[in-house]
Structure formats: C-alpha cells, structure tokens
C-alpha cells in the first residue's frame, strides 16, 4: 500500500521555518542546506519545495518548472562549492534514497549532494 506525504516530516518543518537550517541556496522551487551529520567534507541536502517523497514521484508528477528549478540549483550549488567537475573541482556523489528498501529516513524527496574527498565504493559487495 502506497504511502501519503507526511506534512509533518522533518524536511517540511526546514520548508515551513520551523526547523532552522544552514541555507547554502533558495530558488522558488528548491532548497539547499548542509547536513547537520555531515559524510564528507561538503555534504549538501537538496529538497523541493512540493511534497514529493521520492525522486521518481518527483520526476512523475512535478511541473517542468519546478524540475528545472531544482536540477539547476543542484548545478549551481556543485559550482559554488567548488564540486562541478566541469569546473575544476574533483567531483561529487549524488543519492536519493527511496522507500524501505533504499533506506529512506525522511518522507520528502531530497538529493545528498557529497563531495571534498574520494568517496570510495557505491554500494558494498556481496
């Protein structure tokens, strides 16, 4: 049975000014903020500003505008941070999590954004 969005989770408390959260960059559809339990040296959280729970719900159901909205945040924020290989930087890790078995936390669509260090392995071997 499929989930419903969560209004309460902790992601749409941050949307609502609720939560306080170290901003790194605001668009009409987007927020990007630092993780407060940090993987990498720069470990980003990128959310839209909808009730999306999973990146493939996101890409289903949200307006095109909202789509390019956050896909050119998430560029702008690789730049900014010095991250965007097209630029000079080293690169980045980009993940969702979706559902149980993705290891989702939070019920609201959000992209981990890792970089400042090789990442090391995708995912462990069996």
Known sequence: MAQSYD?????????RGE??????L?????????????KAPVHLL??????YMTVDEFYARAS???????????ARVCEMTGLSASVGGNGFRAISNAGADGMQEVPHFHLHIL????????VETA
């Open 7 to 15: 209004p309460n989770n902790v992601f749409a408390r941050i949307l």
């Open 19 to 24: 939560i306080p959260n170290d901003t790194v």
């Open 26 to 38: 605001e668009t009409p559809h987007t927020l990007v903020f630092r993780d407060i339990t940090p």
């Open 46 to 51: 990128a959310i839209p500003k909808g009730a």
């Open 64 to 74: 095109d505008a909202e789509i390019l909205d956050f896909i050119r945040a998430v």
């Open 115 to 122: 970089g400042g260090r090789p990442m090391g392995a995708l």
